[in-house]
Antibody, heavy 122, light 106 residues
Framework: QLQLQESGPVLVKPSETLSLTCFVSGDSITSSIYYWAWIRQPPGKGLEWIGS???????HYNPSLKSRVTISVDPSNKQFSLKLNSVTAADTAVFYC??????????????WGQGALVTVSS | SYELTQPPSLSVSPGQTATITCSADKLGDYYVSWYQQKPGQSPLLVLY???KRPSGIPERFSGSNSGNTATLTIRGTQAMDEAAYYC?????????FGRGTELAVL
């Protein structure tokens, strides 16, 4: 059974870079039909897609975050990572990783990791 | 940006039918997915491609999508269905989520 687990610092200072890694277990990260996604949820608010990466390194990013985001993949270690730079308090959120079926007619996120709360504060 | 409009909240009595809507211009031209999120938990996919249920999702969850509105219907709503529900679609290489509907089962 596929499982995803986020890992990274829980506290980041303003203007610095937020870094998270998602570890994939129970299935291959080199699937030909799935991307791997990051989604965030500010406390008490809704979901916002950050971006998705294919095992080859191909990426799609949310245009609203694209200038600050880098998502990379390490297939040999079955993990993918998120870097969000120049963070502010508005970036405080629970960050989820998820498997992403990414095709125009087939598009959903399943399953999701348990989430990691990252707080931006000095 | 593609804005998906959902009612902020909905209340139903146990055993009744809950109907959660997601609206946008020409939404019926897209496939919509739905997620359930209980407090303190990760979102869970409950419907994809408008009407399909992943393995393990009860039959009381169903969906439709036509015109400008997609609908998630929960028949015989149970206390365990109390959660936030989010719709989602993919357009122009971007994933969009609705703002969510808080379903209360009272």
């Amino acid at each position: 059974q596929l499982q995803l687990q986020e890992s990274g610092p829980v506290l980041v200072k303003p203007s610095e870079t937020l870094s998270l890694t998602c570890f994939v277990s129970g299935d291959s990260i080199t699937s030909s039909i799935y991307y791997w996604a990051w989604i965030r949820q500010p406390p008490g608010k809704g979901l916002e897609w950050i971006g998705s990466v294919f095992y080859t390194g191909d990426t799609h990013y949310n245009p609203s975050l694209k200038s600050r985001v880098t998502i990379s993949v390490d297939p040999s270690n079955k993990q993918f990572s998120l870097k969000l730079n120049s963070v502010t308090a508005a970036d405080t959120a629970v960050f989820y990783c998820a498997r992403h079926r990414l095709e125009p007619q087939r598009n959903w996120f399943d399953p999701w990791g348990q989430g990691a709360l990252v707080t931006v504060s000095s | 940006s593609y804005e998906l409009t959902q009612p902020p909240s909905l209340s139903v009595s146990p055993g009744q039918t809950a109907t959660i809507t997601c609206s946008a211009d020409k939404l019926g031209d897209y496939y919509v997915s739905w997620y359930q999120q209980k407090p303190g938990q990760s979102p869970l996919l409950v419907l994809y491609q408008d009407t399909k249920r992943p393995s393990g999702i009860p039959e009381r969850f169903s969906g439709s999508n036509s015109g400008n509105t997609a609908t998630l219907t929960i028949r015989g709503t149970q206390a365990m269905d109390e959660a936030a529900y989010y719709c989602q679609l993919w357009d122009r290489n971007t994933a969009f989520f609705g703002r969510g509907t808080e379903l209360a089962v009272l």
